[in-house]
């Protein structure tokens, strides 16, 4: 499967604890892209990345969110000191990027379900 | 009031029926305009798009923007059971990088 692939696909923890979520983007795609989805709503962009260097982020990301992108590869989020609110779907998306004439596509991943007790 | 607004449902159809979704929004810059699809569980998967305003059809879908009123429309001809999913509209700006999603409007194709 050359898809996007995530890590793991269900995680439940307790408040407080911290979790990390891991991402595997398609393997010739530069950017690299983490959204949220709560239940009912559309996915909400949270950053993104080209390569390694991370080149946006949403207000939505607070000080207990760090997302990384080492060696320009894989990804990982990480939830510090987890709260009931961060109960959701996230999910991973990557693509080329833009290129003349083409749209920048991003394909998903499945999506880690977090629930926070 | 959000960017992208679409009604939630759930529209439940007959087979065979014509699906009628529709998003609006509010952000001028947006050029391109896209229509995912959401399978219970899945991540969204991309349907097709269109850039500016106009139709596109393929196969059994039509895509239609409107960028005077800021209305976008899909259609579904045909509908099966297997369209039963929630459909995102997603408009991007041109050589933008976040898309910005609608809440989604759940199809439910009673066979």
Redesign the interface.
Known sequence: DTGVSQNPRHKITKRGQNVTFRCDPISEHNRLYWYRQTLGQGPEFLTYFQNEAQLEKSRLLSDRFSAERPKGSFSTLEIQRTEQGDSAMYLCASSEGWLSGRLNEQFFGPGTRLTVL | QKE?E?D?GPLSVPEGAIVSLNCTYSNSAFQ?FMW?RQYS??????LM?T?SSGNKEDGRFTAQVDKSSKYISLFIRDSQPSDSATY?C?P?KA??????????TRVLVKP
């Open positions: 992208v679409q939630p391109y995912y569980r899945k991540g969204p998967e991309l798009y850039y995102l997603a991007i050589a933008g990088n976040k898309l910005t999603f609608g809440g989604g």
